[in-house]
């Protein structure tokens, strides 16, 4: 939590200085925590919450979750999902 804090101190910073230069803020913080973590929400503006499971599982159901997120945050940008850009291939088949 006190990453999260010291996320939200840096943003409030910037924005400070470039005073009526500033966009309109439309960043939110969102975290990923396991389901009971109750105090994540007082810190945050949204949270993702992945089924409590055994420490080792935790990785695997958290990427899955980024990985939905990132997907729907494209699609809602209107980019295209299915050819990214800037990706370069990197094996070739002979």
């Known amino acids: 939590i006190s990453n999260i804090q010291e996320v939200r101190t840096r943003i409030k910073e910037a924005f400070d200085k470039l005073g009526d230069q500033a966009p309109l803020d439309k960043r939110r913080i969102i ?3 396991t389901e009971g973590d109750e105090e994540i929400k007082e810190q945050v503006d949204d949270v993702i919450f992945v089924p409590r499971t055994l420490e080792w599982l935790t ?3 958290t990427v ?3 990985q939905l997120f990132a997907y729907h945050a494209a699609v809602l ?9 800037n990706l370069a291939k990197s094996v ?3």
């Open 92 to 94: 070739t088949v002979e």
């Open 77 to 85: 940008r209107g980019l295209d999902v299915d050819k990214p850009r």
């Open 59 to 61: 990785p695997f159901l």
């Open 64 to 66: 899955v979750a980024l």
């Open 31 to 33: 975290a990923i925590a």
